[in-house]
Every structure is written in C-alpha cells, then in structure tokens.
C-alpha cells in the first residue's frame, strides 16, 4: 500500500487546533490554586503559617522536577535505541508530551481541582500532568516506529481523557491508593499501546527489519534515557504522597527495588546468551521494571527488604519477557511491541497492582499506628469503617478496571488510528526518521586527520 | 588572510592572568553572607526562626541546581549540533561559563550584596551569577564556530560587566521586575551576540559551509541540551522571585508558555517545508522561545491562558524567525547568527519585556490583592505613591535601556574583538574543532563483527 | 594466556547470589528510621514540630538525588571517553553501583545507625550508600577495561566493606570532619584503585593499545558525565554537612572551587601542548580536581577566595599529572591507570585532607562564633575539651589511615582478583565491548541520503 506521508497541512492543522482549543479551555476554566495566587499572603496569616515554606511549591517542586526529566529526556532518549529513529524517537515524544500535559491539566482538573467553577493548578497539578503524559510515553514504545505524529496527537488526545476517567475511577470512586501509578500509568499505558499496536498490526513489517535494531552510539544514547529514568524514580514514586514519612518511605523502597532489579536483570541476560554475553536491550529496560513494580506500594509498608524482593522478582520475570514473551506475542498474537513495553510496564505494573493490593491487606495499626494508618489510608469520612482487607479488595478491583479501560479503549483508538489519512508510514518506511524529518547530509568524509591538511598552516 | 591560531601563550597566559586577579578581588572583598556564615546560629535565635529550613538555602538551592544545568549542560549541548565543532561548543561554554561566574560575583556583589566593605555571597548570588553568564552563553551563540577561546573570554569580561550595569539600571534604578530575565538576560544578551557578529563580519565565510550543518548524531546530542533547557526553564523564570506564591506561580506559567510553543512551533516548522518534514533547528531553538518570552512576566499575574498564548506566538515568530529572517540578516544585513539567537533570544526577548510591561501595567489589587500587589511589585519604599501603570512604563523603559547598552556596547567589545592578535581561525577553519583541539585519530575500521575474529576464542 | 571469557553461569551465579543474602540480611536487620516511619505523626507531636518540613527528606531530598545522577550518569558516562568500551563503562558501572549502595546500606549501617536490633535507613543513609559507591567509581576507573564484571562485584563487596572500616575509624573513632569525604572517599577510592591495578599489572596491555583511546562522539559522551560530575558537585559535598549555614557554605565553596580549577585546567592543557591545543581528557577530568579537594574543608570556614585558591592549584596539578605522571607511573611503577585516577581523585584527595586538617587547625571562634564553633567540629561530648590544633591533628591522622587502608586493602584485593576464574579479558581484548556485550551489526550504510530513493515515493 503506498500511504501518502507528506504532512505539510495535516500536521500544522492538527497542532494549531488543538491548541487554539487548549488556550480558549484555559481561558474559560484555568486558574492559579490558593498556593500560587497573590492572594496567598493573606491565606498565610489565615492559617497561621510560620513559613513562606509551607506553600505547597516547597513540598513538591524538587520532584516534579526530576519528573519532568523522566518524561523528556528518560523516555525520549529511552527510545533512541533505533538506529534510524532518534529525531522521532526524541522529537515526537516532546511533541506528545507537550500537548499531553497541557490537556491533562484540563482533564485531571476537571476531575479533582474544579470548583467554584475553576480548575485551580499548582505544582500538584503539574506533576500529575507528567504523570498522566507518563503513561502516553508508554504507549508511544509500543507503536514507536509504525506510526505518524499526527497519530500520536491523536492518540494522545484519547489516552489523556481514558487515563483521567481510569484515574477518577480508581483514586475517587474506588478509594484506590496507587502514588507511583503501577495501575494508573504503568498498567493502564501499556495494554493499552499493546492493544492499539496489535490493532495496527502490521503484517509485512519485517521489511523494514534490519532499521529495527541499535547501532552501538544509539544504544549508548537509550542509556542516558534510562539512566535518568532509573535515577529519578524516587521521585516520580514519591512525588504525590503525603507529606513526611509516606514521600521518604516511597523514595526509600523505590531505591532498594531498583538497585535489586538491575543485578537480577544482568544476571538472566547473561544466563540466556549461549556464551554469556549481556544484552543491552534487557539492561536499558528489564532494571526499570523494578521502579514500575512499587509504584503503588512504595508509600505503604512495603519493607526494604519486601522492596528488595519485588525488584529481584521484576528483573527476571522483565528479561524473560523480553527473550521469550516478545517473539511469542508478535508471531503468536501479532502484537508488535516495538519497546517491549510489555515487559517493562504491563506485567510489572501487574504485579505492582498485586503486591499494592496485598500490603494494603496487610496494613494493621502495630505497624502504621493508629493516626498513621488512619493517613496513610484515608480511613476517615466514607471510609471510617473500612478496614485493611477491604482497602486491599479495592485495590484488586482497581487493577481489573484499569486493564478493561485499556482493552476496550485500545480498541476503539486503534481503529480510529487505522484510518488510512493520517500520515503512517508504509511498512518498508518503518523506523525511519527521513519520512518525516528534513536529514541532515552525511558529510563526505568524517575524518579530518588531527594534522589535517585542508586547515591553513598557523604561523610559527 | 592568514591567521595564528597557535594559542599556546595567549590562552594559558589570559586564563592564569584572569584568575589570579579574581583571587585577589575574592581575597580582598568576598565573604559568606549571614546565612552561610556560622554566626548565623545567632541570626536564628535574633530572628526567632523555628526551623533550620528558613536558611535561604533551602528555597532556593534546588533552582540553583536547575540553573546551574541550563548554563553547563543546556547551553553547552544545544551548541553541538555542529557536526566538527562539539568539543568547542561543550568546553569553550565551559570555559566561559567558569570564568563569568566568578567575576558576576564580583560585578553584580559590588552592585547588589555590598556592604560594610564586603561583597556577601549566597545561594541567590550563584544564581544571580549563573544568570549573567547565561547572557553570555547567549551571545556565544551568535559568534560560535567563528571565534578563539581567547576571543571569548574576552568578551565575557566585557559582557559581564555590562550586564551587571544594565541590570543595576534596571532593577535597581528604574524599579523593573524582570525575574526571568527577559530583558536583562535575553535581549541584551542576543542584541550584544547579534551586534559582535556584526562586526566581525567574515564575507568568506561560505569558505566553510560544509562545516556549518549537523549530522545526524550530533542533532542527537544537542537535544540533550534543548531538553534540559527546555525542563529546567520553570526554574529559571522562578529561581529569583520572592518566597511562596511568586516562585509557584512563575513555575506554572512558564511550564505551561513552553508546552503551547512545541505545537506551534511543529506545525510551522511542517508548514514552511515543501514534503512538510520537520526540520530539527526549529525543534532544537524555537521550542524554547516560549520560555523567554514569559521571562518579565512569569511572577506575575499572567494567568495560564496568558502563559499559552505568549508560547503560541512565540513559537511561530521565532520558527519563521529561522526560516526567513535569518537568510536575510545575513545576506543585507551582514549578520552572521551561528545559532539562530536572533530568533530564540532576540524577538523572543522582546515579546517578554512587552508582555512584562503590558501585564504590569494591568495590575490591579482586585487581581492581586491589596498586600499582594504591594508585595508583588514592591510598592513601598520610594515607590509608595507608585501605580500599576507607572511601573508598566518603567518596564518599557527597560527595553530600551537594554537594547541601547547591547549596541553599544556591542560595537566597542566588537571592535576590540577584532583585533589580529586574538588567535582567532581563518575563514576556512571556521566550524573546525581540530583548530584548538588535539584530535583523536579515527579507528581505522570502526565495525567489529559481533563474532568477531581479532577475539581470541574462548573455552567452551 | 587464553582465558575463559564466557561469564554464562559466573555472572548470573555471582548476581543472584550477592542478591538473595541482600534480601535475607535486609530482612534480618533494616527497617525504616524514625522520619519514614508511619509513627512520624506522633514523634512530630512529641517534639512540636511545626511543619512536615521538619523530616529529614526535606533538607537532604534535592541533595541526594543530584549525588545520585553523579554516581550513575556522571561517573557511567565519564569513563564512555574509549572507543569501545561504552557499553561497559555505563553498564558494569551501573552493575557495580546497584550492588554496592545495597551493600554499603548494611555496612554502614551496622556502623552507624544500628539501635535495637536494626538498622534505621533514612534519606541520610541514601546519601552515604551512594557516597561509598563513589569510592568504588572512582577505583573502577583505573581498572577499566581491564576486568570482568565478575571481578567487579567481587571488588565492590571489599571495597564497600573496607570503606565502611575506615569511615567508621575516621568519623567516629578519630572524629574527623570529612563532608565530601576528600579522604574517605577520593583518597581511599582512588589508591585502593591504583593498588589493585598494580597488582593487576599485564605487561603486554599494548597490543589493545589502538582501542585505549578516544574517538570524537565518545568524548563527547564523556563530556555529559563530566558536566554533570561537575555542576552537582556542590550537592556532593554539601549533602551530609549540618543543617542551614554549613549546607550552604559547603555548595559555595565547592561552586567557587570547581570555577577556579576550569581556568587553571585549560590553561595548562593549551600550554603543555606543542601548538597550544587543548586536551579533551584534561578538559573531562583536571576540571574537576578542585570539586575533590574541597571536599573536607567545604563545610568549614575555608573562604570564598581560600576556594578559589585550592581549584587554582589543584587544575595545575591534575593536568601535569595527567602529562606527566601517569606515563610516569605506567612506565616506571608499573601502573596502568586507564582513567587517570590518580589525577583526579589521588593527589587532589590528598591536598584536599591537607587543606582541611590546615583549615581546622586555624579554626577560631572570632571567626566561627563560640556556638558555630561548637556545632561545626563537634565540640561537645567527649570532644569538649578538645580545640581547633587537636582537630587539625586528628584530621592528618585521618588521611594515613586513609591511604594505610587503601594500600594493605588494595594489595589483598588484587591479589583475591589475580586469581584466573574470574573471566578477565585478555591483552589483546581489553578496552573491547564485544568481550561481553551482544554487539549490534553495524549497518550496511548509515548514509540515508535526505531523499532516499528506498523510500517509497509520497503521493504529491
């Protein structure tokens, strides 16, 4: 099929508008919380504050912005491993990403910041954004290469709002705990890009094979990508808890998870090469699978050494995945799953959901204290009466949701994706960045001796 | 002509001379200022602090550590794009970068921090100081490829020095808010850059065209540069203002101007191409726009529809900026803009001082609050009797200074830059590492077969 | 020799077992401290806190995680200067890093925060964990290419071990101030290092002598983490100083140090060169000698301009070392240190253990205020009677049985790694990727011309 792949009106357009509608929804409904209004000053005496550092933006703005940075540079450069594809893979991820928190901060807000007819953002809103567009960047690794920025937008429009409806339902309706967003983000974001890619399926992808691998300077760029990632993950687990002990507990066990994660990930790379190499594939992704794995524990009592575990358990079950589950879904199910997200983000976001779901069930008051428990919990208004194993139950009803609002959603915004006007790139075209990024000539020659004689002798 | 490039007395004899001079001025005049000083043990039972935390240090040093990135790791890697001229790009920034912050220390300490016979630093100085080097860094990128490091550090003494005089004009003087720096930063940084590159106009230039375009991997490392300019930018806008609602609200502001610049600036970088591919120079420059040109404004009261529509704006202007004004300022105007300064920090820089002077001009306690606006603006003091208009006009009156001292100062730091003796290249060697760096050979094969046969076997 | 290379069941085996008794020994003995612990709630009540800012992660949180991208970007992407040996820098530094802070966790704790049975980990022992493995960066750097990533490991479990001795003999038996740990950490690291690579000695390492050098993209790799090492390094040597003035002091000292030593760095690589050019390997690590070398006296009284002085002093030394003395070393004393560590961290290490012990000597209360003086050396408990001179001896001392440790410990280390099993490379692969990783086919052509006739054309 030859697919017209020029888009000089289809992506200006489709960019202009929405963000004429992003401003004009701003205009209607976005305004500054108490925290970052002038007004502030008064709410200070009001309550009494003896600090300029109880506003909210001292809590929280360190780490929205290594969030920031995880959805920029962590899985922009993430995805830089493609030989052909590191404009795309950088650029169409900013694109997304840029309109992505923009309609998330609409969306989220209209959901848990609206009142007085206002959406009210702070720095709160901001890190939730991030989040939100976290789980489109999952997406994104799983269509990476097959499709065209105007798909992207698109699909990032329907992802935002599914993601925020899924998000109501889970932290509002079902009173779910889940701060480092296992089932939100990571569950959620990637069977849904799963579901979407295998609706996309390609059948004669493999002609454009021989672009769907790294060369060695692109795989050392996918590393500062997930090395940001890695590094940040604390913060992005903890970034939205409560304040004292619930942030430093979630930065504490996602630091232990992950650290455990990258040796048993080095050790089922090397265990499945017949002469014990390692793959770079299983280190760029498989020793990040144990940061999505506590994202919904990570505040509760997880334990370091239950942290430890999770991430030792993350790393082998990831590599696995990566060497057989892959092949398997793509030749099995046609789920052509360029990243492999699914082994990084949806079966660790699975047993994220799990292990959040059994800790909550756990939660007694010998270990969290009474007021604690209360906290951590949100034991109080409608859920007086609620107990650990009822918190627990939620918590499973969550991850069930989430997976539902993937599959149903992935199919209706893969078939709107299918639709033949939208800019995708022929099979053969696959992964490759010249189909819509202007190249830069390769020079002549790269070698300029160190005594090169096309520069003019300098005078003695 | 032909030039020597040997800088093997010059360069080390400059920096040695410049920095035994800054330890001199630092001997004789820098100090700790209370807060880094350990009396400060005393300041806090004087002042009744209850907590350690009201250390300036703790509201500002997370920002400095984003500034910080913007300066060495932004700036540095947004440079690279040239395909022989990374190193220079990256360790000249540095270079320059190091030496100007030291002496900011100095100019802006005379200015602002002194007293009782001492300049007294702290971590807003480091900022401060971060800040005029970014002008610096600006104007580097005007003249980038085309000059020696000697040239360099000469024009950072000078710049500097002007800097820190147009920003005791401005800040101090006319009462201007510039947070962000805008004006002090921007516009007289890219006005200086463009004004230097002016008279050092080489008509031979096209000798080293080839030189003068990326590759594709070094597009790759300065989008590592876009993107930590780009995420950090909040905390530029923010890093200075005063504690609480301002800094929180000039996060958000500018958080939300650069995110309705990428899609602006995609659509028109698609729209000005004839297949309508993007075109990574407007990717990597005028996405960024946005960020500069809610400088002024971002502490204020511009609301996040303001922040968008200045973003959307600038991301056009600035993309067509590339496209158009470029070509034409080098071709009659005999502008020689490496990097494109004119379009990321010149206009840019211009919109952000109008907005400024326009949103304060718009100021009302309604908005504000009555002790917020005072606050906001520093209505107190000798400007007790001043109103929102006035400032607004003081703002204007900003740009104009700005833009005066930049030519001016331009032409005179250009004319002493253009002296014979400062080593810089010859037209043909411009865009060349190989010039002032020792270069590594190319590997003869750079392939090495997986399998590969220069391996002695191993066991089995 | 031929040696066996294959790690297919010596890594993985090594991995999974160093990480299951993590797992076990983290179940036994760590629990969260009394600041991530959900019983927070009450101990604020107890001691009337004001504010949730009063836990621990507010005053280090912004601190850790910069130290955190130094040890992993920094330290990764600081060694990725050879042209082969990319994957490996990044990667077994990734390895090395993950175990280790698991392993320092314990270590240090049973040292210092062990009470009722268990250690107590908060964001403090974060902090230290990942300045321990810092030690271990810095001895990988001499080794490099030279060893397996089994060896590895095994190195950093001793190194972690002894480290955690000879901290506990410096801070707690001798009560040595060493904020940055100029000895505990650079000294220690770097002679460890060294020691091990001159037991490790490979008299025929010139036949890989063609890959122990750089190409041009690597340098630039090697320049992110340089950059990086360079701009957090105010956080490294500030994150465990006191809270308020000795933080904040420490990040000054350490700004002013690092700018100084950029000049002295460049001006000396320029002038040891015959046409005056500069080095890149001078430009990526003689910079930051000065981050070194105040480490121990950053915290303290040391001066704004005494900064700039020992940055000064320490970029001369590191680069004539670099010239010099690591030929010097390779040739005569047989020690091939591949990174030049001794450069870096070995003499600035030391002249930074000499600044500090000089600095503490002079320590007056005129200058620190009787309490200041109290808070910042300690001065009470046994310590009461005890005055500046007896603190600077105290300091000396910590440096010998800095480099005692080092040197005994180095030598029972290397000698454990002699041994044949460990899957060490041969001479001729040193310096070689391939030894260990899955290398990616280099493509047939990496030249895509902008309109590539592979592409399918697109409809007009």
Same mark, same amino acid.
Request: net charge negative.
């Given at each position: 099929?030859?697919?017209?792949?020029? %888009?000089?009106?289809?992506? @200006? +357009?489709?960019? =202009?508008?929405?963000?004429?509608?992003? !401003?004009? $929804? &701003?205009? *209607?409904?976005?305004?500054?919380?108490?925290?970052?209004?002038?007004?502030?000053?008064?709410?200070?005496?009001?309550?009494?504050?003896?600090?300029?550092?109880?506003?909210?933006?001292?809590?929280?703005?360190?780490?929205?912005?290594?969030?920031?940075?995880?959805?920029?540079?962590?899985?922009?450069?993430?995805?830089?491993?493609?030989?052909?594809?590191?404009?795309?893979?950088?650029?169409?991820?900013?694109?997304?990403?840029?309109?992505?928190?923009?309609?998330?901060?609409?969306?989220?807000?209209?959901?848990?910041?609206?009142?007085?007819?206002?959406?009210?953002?702070?720095?709160?809103?901001?890190?939730?954004?991030?989040?939100?567009?976290?789980?489109?960047?999952?997406?994104?690794?799983?269509? %990476?290469?097959?499709?065209? @920025? +105007?798909?992207? =937008?698109?699909?990032?429009?329907?992802? !935002?709002? $599914? &993601?925020? *409806?899924?998000?109501?339902?889970?932290?509002?309706?079902?009173?779910?705990?889940?701060?480092?967003?296992?089932?939100?983000?990571?569950?959620?974001?990637?069977?849904?890009?799963?579901?979407?890619?295998?609706?996309?399926?390609?059948?004669?992808?493999?002609?454009?094979?021989?672009?769907?691998?790294?060369?060695?300077?692109?795989?050392?760029?996918?590393?500062?990508?997930?090395?940001?990632?890695?590094?940040?993950?604390?913060?992005?687990?903890?970034?939205?808890?409560?304040?004292?002990?619930?942030?430093?507990?979630?930065?504490?066990?996602?630091?232990?998870?992950?650290?455990?994660?990258?040796?048993?990930?080095?050790?089922?790379?090397?265990?499945?090469?017949?002469?014990?190499?390692?793959?770079?594939?299983?280190?760029?992704?498989?020793?990040?699978?144990?940061?999505?794995?506590?994202?919904?524990?990570?505040?509760?009592?997880?334990?370091?050494?239950?942290?430890?575990?999770?991430?030792?358990?993350?790393?082998?079950?990831?590599?696995?995945?990566?060497?057989?589950?892959?092949?398997?879904?793509?030749?099995?199910?046609?789920?052509?799953?360029?990243?492999?997200?699914?082994?990084?983000?949806?079966?660790?976001?699975?047993?994220?959901?799990?292990?959040?779901?059994?800790?909550?069930?756990?939660?007694?008051?010998?270990?969290?204290?009474?007021?604690?428990?209360?906290?951590?919990?949100?034991?109080?208004?409608?859920?007086?009466?609620?107990?650990?194993?009822?918190?627990?139950?939620?918590?499973?009803?969550?991850?069930?949701?989430?997976?539902?609002?993937?599959?149903?959603?992935?199919?209706?915004?893969?078939?709107?994706?299918?639709?033949?006007?939208?800019?995708?790139?022929?099979?053969?075209?696959?992964?490759?960045?010249?189909?819509?990024?202007?190249?830069?000539?390769?020079?002549?020659?790269?070698?300029?001796?160190?005594?090169?004689?096309?520069?003019?002798?300098?005078?003695?």
């Amino acid at each position: 099929m030859v697919w017209n792949t020029n %888009l000089r009106w289809r992506l @200006p +357009v489709t960019c =202009l508008l929405l963000q004429v509608v992003l !401003v004009v $929804l &701003f205009g *209607v409904f976005v305004r500054y919380d108490s925290d970052a209004d002038p007004h502030w000053t008064n709410k200070k005496m009001q309550e009494n504050f003896t600090s300029d550092l109880e506003n909210e933006f001292y809590y929280r703005y360190p780490s929205f912005q290594d969030v920031h940075v995880m959805i920029f540079v962590g899985f922009g450069f993430l995805m830089t491993f493609l030989q052909r594809y590191g404009y795309s893979s950088v650029g169409f991820n900013f694109l997304l990403a840029a309109f992505g928190i923009q309609w998330a901060l609409l969306m989220q807000g209209w959901f848990h910041s609206y009142y007085q007819g206002y959406i009210h953002v702070g720095v709160e809103n901001l890190i939730n954004a991030d989040f939100c567009v976290g789980s489109v960047c999952v997406a994104f690794g799983a269509v %990476l290469g097959k499709v065209s @920025p +105007v798909q992207l =937008l698109i699909m990032t429009l329907f992802q !935002v709002t $599914l &993601f925020s *409806v899924n998000e109501y339902i889970l932290l509002s309706l079902l009173e779910v705990k889940d701060a480092g967003g296992s089932m939100t983000i990571h569950t959620f974001g990637a069977y849904f890009g799963l579901t979407v890619t295998w609706i996309l399926y390609r059948p004669s992808l493999q002609q454009s094979k021989e672009r769907q691998s790294a060369v060695y300077h692109s795989d050392l760029f996918a590393m500062i990508g997930t090395l940001f990632l890695w590094m940040y993950w604390p913060s992005f687990n903890s970034a939205v808890s409560n304040h004292g002990d619930a942030q430093h507990r979630a930065a504490i066990n996602t630091y232990c998870s992950l650290a455990a994660c990258v040796l048993t990930s080095v050790a089922l790379s090397s265990a499945l090469h017949k002469k014990g190499k390692l793959d770079m594939v299983h280190i760029q992704n498989a020793t990040l699978a144990g940061g999505v794995a506590v994202g919904t524990a990570a505040e509760m009592m997880l334990m370091p050494y239950g942290s430890l575990i999770v991430g030792f358990i993350c790393g082998i079950v990831s590599t696995l995945g990566f060497v057989y589950l892959t092949p398997f879904l793509e030749a099995r199910l046609r789920i052509q799953d360029t990243c492999g997200i699914h082994n990084l983000h949806g079966i660790p976001g699975i047993i994220g959901a799990i292990v959040g779901a059994v800790t909550a069930s756990c939660a007694t008051s010998d270990v969290y204290g009474v007021n604690g428990l209360a906290v951590a919990f949100g034991f109080d208004g409608f859920k007086t009466n609620w107990n650990a194993s009822m918190q627990g139950k939620f918590q499973a009803a969550g991850l069930f949701v989430s997976l539902a609002m993937a599959l149903v959603g992935g199919i209706i915004v893969g078939i709107i994706l299918k639709l033949p006007f939208w800019g995708q790139p022929a099979d053969e075209n696959c992964f490759e960045d010249s189909v819509y990024w202007e190249m830069p000539e390769e020079p002549k020659s790269t070698v300029l001796h160190p005594e090169d004689s096309t520069l003019k002798p300098s005078e003695p």
